[in-house]
């Protein structure tokens, strides 16, 4: 384990085994869908990476790079757009996927400006998702593990862009915030 970590939440192990469960899903829900799979950076990235090859399916894949306006240890959810997708979604099933849904803001905003271009539908996959930092109601559609409303790190999840290659999930020290 990192020496900054105070405890692993997830393992490899664990991670392979939701990923693997979630491919399974969407292999089925999307078959002959030919869905558009939404990759959110930076902290989806791993994420995705693993998801896709679990579907079996066909399928494309775009990325969207998003930063919050405003004060960025609180979520306004009022997001600008760094990086766009490639391609037009009109008419297309989109699948989010999503490292971790926290106040839901940053979700909301995402889903109503893809169905504002007309997707025929949009659908979430989040690995994890904490409930009570919940602001707004957003349904994930589908969801790896639920989490405790602890700050995480690993698989993705950085903190001042550290630990995003972490094979596992884990909680950071105190004292690593404070240096
Ligand atoms: P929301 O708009 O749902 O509050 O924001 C979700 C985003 O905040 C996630 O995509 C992630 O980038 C970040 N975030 C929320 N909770 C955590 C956490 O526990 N750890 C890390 N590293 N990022 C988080």
Same mark, same amino acid.
């Given at each position: 384990m990192h020496s900054d970590l105070k405890k692993i939440l997830f393992t490899e192990q664990q991670i392979n085994s939701a990923v693997?469960?979630?491919?399974?899903?969407?292999?089925?829900?999307?078959?002959?869908?030919?869905?558009i799979v939404?990759?959110?950076?930076?902290?989806?990235?791993?994420?995705?990476?693993?998801?896709?090859?679990?579907m079996e399916i066909p399928l494309e894949m775009d990325f969207m790079a998003i930063s919050s306006y405003g004060d960025s240890s609180q979520s306004t959810g009022?997001?600008?757009?760094?990086?766009?997708?490639?391609?037009?979604?009109?008419?297309?099933?989109?699948?989010?996927?999503?490292? !971790? /849904?926290?106040? &839901? +803001?940053?979700? %909301?905003y995402l889903k109503e400006t893809l169905l504002h271009r007309h997707a025929s539908s949009v659908r979430v996959v989040a690995l994890f998702d904490k409930p009570e930092g919940r602001k707004v109601e957003i349904s994930i559609d589908y969801c790896g593990y639920t989490v405790p409303n602890?700050? !995480? /790190?690993?698989? &993705? +999840?950085?903190? %001042?862009?550290?630990?995003?290659?972490?094979?596992?999930?884990?909680?950071?020290?105190?004292?690593?915030?404070?240096?």
């Open positions: 693997r469960k979630l491919g399974a899903q969407l292999s089925t829900e999307y078959v002959d869908k030919q869905p939404i990759c959110v950076l930076k902290g989806a990235v791993l994420f995705m990476v693993d998801l896709v090859k679990r009022v997001v600008r757009i760094l990086k766009d997708l490639d391609r037009p979604v009109e008419g297309r099933h989109v699948l989010i996927v999503e490292d !971790i /849904v926290d106040t &839901g +803001l940053t979700l %909301a602890d700050f !995480i /790190v690993g698989y &993705g +999840l950085d903190y %001042a862009e550290k630990y995003r290659n972490l094979p596992y999930v884990g909680v950071l020290k105190p004292e690593v915030y404070c240096k």
